[in-house]
């Protein structure tokens, strides 16, 4: 199994929305049922941005003191 990019994310969760089976969902991105229904239920929870990965910030020197 390899990542899943945010458009499949947001993807799954609108077919999800629409009536389609996790079990159906699972087979058709080849990802476990738990980790769709964890998906589902953090997006219902934080909404999309919960999706976007910012990178990890760098500090300069004077900052990290």
Do not use: A, Q, W
């Not at 799954?12 to 929305?17: E, G, T, V």
């Not at 909404?47 to 003191?65: A, C, F, P, Q």
């Amino acid at each position: 199994m390899c990542k899943i990019t945010i458009k499949d994310k947001i993807e799954i969760y609108k077919r999800r929305l629409k009536g389609e089976t996790i079990s159906s969902l699972s087979k058709c991105f080849n990802i476990n049922t738990s980790t769709i229904k964890y998906l589902i239920k953090i997006i219902e929870k934080h909404g999309y941005d919960i999706l976007r990965k910012d990178k990890n910030r760098v500090y300069s020197t004077e900052i990290k003191g």
